[in-house]
Each structure stands twice: as structure tokens, then as C-alpha cells.
């Protein structure tokens, strides 16, 4: 009986799991070329978002970037619009609302923090907060 319950258990887990992340297969995820208005318009809202937080204009040398039906995941590399200065990593999760993108999370970097990107369950938490996040734009293979 007790085997049972632990299964049943499991199941709704994992169901829950794969209800929360859409559907997609890493093939279907695409990084959007240099130059798209695609690429520019995910950049632009990650851009004013660190305008907005640190009074900084910046551009971004692009380390990871995967999209898939409005959802985009980014892991760049700020330096000053203006001069030499580089920044720390700048990693986003961003989804497209009414037309326009937006920052629904920048993940922090501390060590031993569980709500940072270096936590082990970091993706699954970020999964489990954003019912739809397609799986497959995540770095986690």
C-alpha cells in the first residue's frame, strides 16, 4: 500500500513537471541571427532593464541565447556602450507579452545560495515558477 503512495506520489510530480514546462524538443529552440529584430528586441529589453537598475548603457557580446514560441533564455556578457569597461555575466529569463519582451528573471550568482543559478534544482525551480517555460531553451543538458 505504502509502494502505492510513493508512485502516485511520483507521478503527480513528474506530471506536474512536464505540465509546467511546454512541450519542445531541443532542435525546436533557434538562436536568432546577428541583426534580426528579433535578436535586437530581446537585447533592448535586457538592455533597458540594466538601464533602469544601474544607470549603465551597455552592449552585450552574446554567450548563449535560445528562443522558442516567445520565450527566450540569455547568458551575456556586459560591456560599457561607451568605453572599456566590462560588466559581470548577465544571465534572463525573458518571455514576449502583448508584443513586447520582458525580464521575468535575472538570476543571482552567489555561491551556496538555493535561489541562485549555481543551486542544483536551480531549473527546476525556475521550470516550476514560470508555468509554460519551454525546457528547451535551458542550458541544462
Same mark, same amino acid.
Given at each position: ?21 511546454? +512541450?519542445?524538443? %531541443? ?9 534580426? +529584430? ?30 522558442? +514560441? ?18 559581470? +555575466? ?7 507579452? %502583448? ?5 521575468? %528573471?535575472?538570476?543571482?550568482?552567489? %555561491? ?30
Amino acid at each position: 500500500m505504502q509502494t502505492k503512495s510513493l508512485l502516485a506520489v511520483l507521478i503527480l510530480v513528474l506530471s506536474t513537471l512536464i505540465i509546467h514546462a511546454q +512541450d519542445c524538443a %531541443e532542435k525546436d529552440a533557434y538562436t536568432p541571427a546577428r541583426g534580426t +529584430d528579433e535578436r535586437k528586441a530581446i537585447l533592448d529589453a535586457l538592455r533597458e532593464k540594466m538601464y533602469k537598475i544601474h544607470q549603465i548603457k551597455v552592449n552585450f557580446v552574446v554567450n548563449y541565447m535560445k528562443v522558442y +514560441d516567445g520565450w527566450a533564455w540569455l547568458h551575456t556578457h556586459p560591456k560599457d556602450a561607451n568605453g572599456p569597461n566590462r560588466y559581470e +555575466d548577465i544571465l534572463a529569463l525573458i518571455h514576449k507579452e %502583448e508584443g513586447a519582451w520582458i525580464i521575468l %528573471e535575472i538570476p543571482c550568482g552567489e %555561491e551556496d545560495n538555493p535561489d541562485c543559478i549555481t543551486s542544483e534544482n536551480y531549473y527546476q525551480g525556475l521550470i516550476s515558477r514560470h508555468p509554460g517555460l519551454p525546457a528547451c531553451i535551458l542550458p541544462i543538458n
